[in-house]
């Protein structure tokens, strides 16, 4: 009999599969003892070489693209200067340490020569945390080698780790940490990876383990019954059938539109999403392609990537949203040093005004790359709170030749006030995954807060009716692009709250779409109705559920 753990599910579909553990980064212990000169460079040869030998078996298994990256990070681990120099510190150190120590020397070295070498550094430290490990015999740290499907099972993944997963091995993802809106759940969901996040004590199973993850509800079954397997395997054919016939533009029932858009982070995510059935994009967090970036990227090097993002929608909008750094998304570029509390500091358009030249710099790219491509390219500011920033903004925006401006509402301040800060653009955007962080007052990072953080809760739902109320005082539309578009009960409230369009990671856009087309606006009205009048999340998103059509329900 197999037992069952509850977290909290963030990227839709069952996945069924052995566990594979991705290691915790090891530290050199703190009182680690120097060892007889020759034994130490011994080790110090051996656990480099078990490096070199371990990412030239990923080579061989990767894709084209990333086989030749792998090779040469794997000629890094055999680079006899790297290795002499941590064999030099264990004159002083012990092995861990030395390792450790070299590593170090040499990434800032690598940092300091710029270009090729500084983009460069983050595999020497991939590097030298799996030597350190090797020398010390713990697991290497971050995703193994994997040959075969997979479930991961994390402390919680680093969005680069997330974003280079093999989507063909990895079936599932479970994570310790994070939460419904923390990045490695945004991810997952932009790959249509079943996950499941928040799933306390998952780290104590033993690889290999069977696991069913149900990434609807959040529970992971270890070791399931067969029976509980073929239930889940049968309800994604209910869902596929019920799915077939649900394509093209969103709308109600009675025909009331309602845009279905995708959420993306890059040129690869618009090349999925542009083949999708999709009707543009409604949210690309530009800051995704710059995790990376130590230097602020030239305005040709920008458009270069916009015309490339752009290319795959031809007429379709493309919502971009200028860089939100700072907080869970820190650029090393953009960065104004250290703050108390930065989700509440200068991070979205409050850093563009502080650094103006990185705003202008975006702008003219994402004009020439309109111009360029002909794309419908719509742009809006992150985080915005008052009148004069909204104004601000649009100002800069039109001065670039770029025709339509927006703003995210995702701050209960301009929530409140959207009748006037709307007056200034021409849509706006409910982020709701900062929204629920700023009107709970809970670090949307922190897993433990999640029931605050959950978008059911009514006062959520009343400042999303605000904003919406707002914004059409002045005729303008309202989307939401934040996780809880996504969730096809939600949608129905969200339409009936007013909202015009919805932005999601394109996997979840059938599902959306079916239970939109499922009911009419009335309906969702009256949805909305029940789930503001709730007093509590839970009987929010209960009163719904035992108000929807039995269409939907069957298939959830
Ligand atoms: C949001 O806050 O809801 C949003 C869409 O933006 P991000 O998740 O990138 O902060
Ligand atoms: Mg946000």
């Known amino acids: 009999m197999g037992t069952v753990v509850q977290g909290i599910g963030v990227s839709a579909g069952a996945a069924y599969a052995p566990v594979v553990i991705v290691g915790d980064r090891v530290l050199p212990p703190a009182d680690e003892q120097v060892l007889a000169h020759d034994v130490a460079a011994d080790r110090i040869r051996d656990a480099f070489a078990e490096v070199a030998t371990e990412i030239d078996g990923r080579a061989e298994l990767a894709s084209d ?22 064999i030099a510190h264990a004159e002083s150190y012990g092995p861990a340490t030395a390792i450790e120590r070299a590593t170090q020397g040499y990434v800032d070295k690598f940092i300091e020569l710029g270009g090729y070498f500084a983009e460069r550094a983050t595999d020497l430290k991939d590097v030298g945390a799996r030597a350190v490990a090797a020398v010390l015999g713990e697991p290497a740290p971050g995703v193994p080698t994997l040959d075969g499907e997979c479930v991961l099972v994390a402390r919680d993944l680093a969005p680069s780790e997330t974003a280079t997963l093999d989507r063909t091995k990895v079936v599932g993802i479970v994570t310790e940490e994070g939460g419904r809106t923390s990045h490695t759940a945004i991810l997952a969901a932009q790959m249509a990876i079943p996950a499941a996040v928040k799933v306390s004590g998952c780290l104590e199973f033993a690889e290999g383990t069977m696991v069913l993850v149900d990434g609807d509800t959040g529970q992971v079954h270890v070791e399931p019954e067969g029976e509980l397997v073929a239930q889940l395997q049968q309800r994604a054919a209910r869902r596929t059938a019920a799915l077939e016939g649900s394509t093209g533009p969103g709308a109600t029932k009675d025909g009331k539109r309602v845009a279905l858009l995708a959420n993306i982070g890059g040129i690869a995510d618009a090349e999925k999403a542009g083949a999708a059935d999709v009707e543009g994009v409604g949210l690309f967090r530009t800051e995704f392609v710059f995790l990376n970036s130590k230097e602020a990227p030239t305005v040709e090097e920008q458009a270069e990537i916009y015309r490339k993002v752009f290319a795959p929608f031809g007429d379709r909008r493309v919502v971009v949203r200028t860089l939100d750094a700072g907080a869970d998304k820190p650029l090393a570029f953009a960065d104004l040093g250290r703050e108390e509390n930065p989700a509440l500091g200068r991070r979205g358009l409050r850093l563009s005004a502080e650094r103006p ?148 990671a394109p996997s979840k856009v059938p599902m959306v779409r079916f239970s939109l087309s499922q009911h009419s606006f009335a309906d969702c009205q009256r949805l909305a109705a029940l789930a503001r009048g709730a007093r509590t999340a839970h009987e929010a998103r209960e009163a719904v559920l035992n108000a929807v059509a039995p269409s939907v329900a069957a298939v959830l």
């Open 65 to 86: 693209g990333a086989a030749p990256i792998l090779k040469a990070t794997a000629m890094l681990a055999r680079d006899p200067g790297l290795i002499e120099g941590a």
């Open 357 to 504: 030249d990185l705003l202008d710099s975006q702008l003219e790219a994402l004009a020439i790359a309109a111009h360029d491509t002909g794309a419908d390219v719509r742009v809006m500011a992150p985080m915005v709170a008052l009148v004069e920033e909204a104004a601000w903004f649009a100002r800069r925006v039109r001065e670039n030749g770029l025709k339509k401006v927006g703003i995210m509402i995702e701050v209960p301040g301009a929530a409140l006030r959207a009748g006037h800060v709307m007056e200034e653009v021409d849509f706006g955007s409910l982020g709701t995954n900062d929204l629920a962080q700023y009107t709970m007052a809970a670090d949307r990072m922190q897993g433990e807060l999640a029931d605050l953080l959950d978008p059911w809760q009514p006062a959520l739902l009343d400042l999303i009716g605000a904003a919406c109320d707002g914004a059409a005082k002045n005729g303008k539309p309202m989307g939401v692009c934040g996780e809880s578009g996504g969730d096809p009960l939600l949608a129905l409230v969200l339409t009936g709250l007013g909202v015009s369009s919805l932005s999601m």
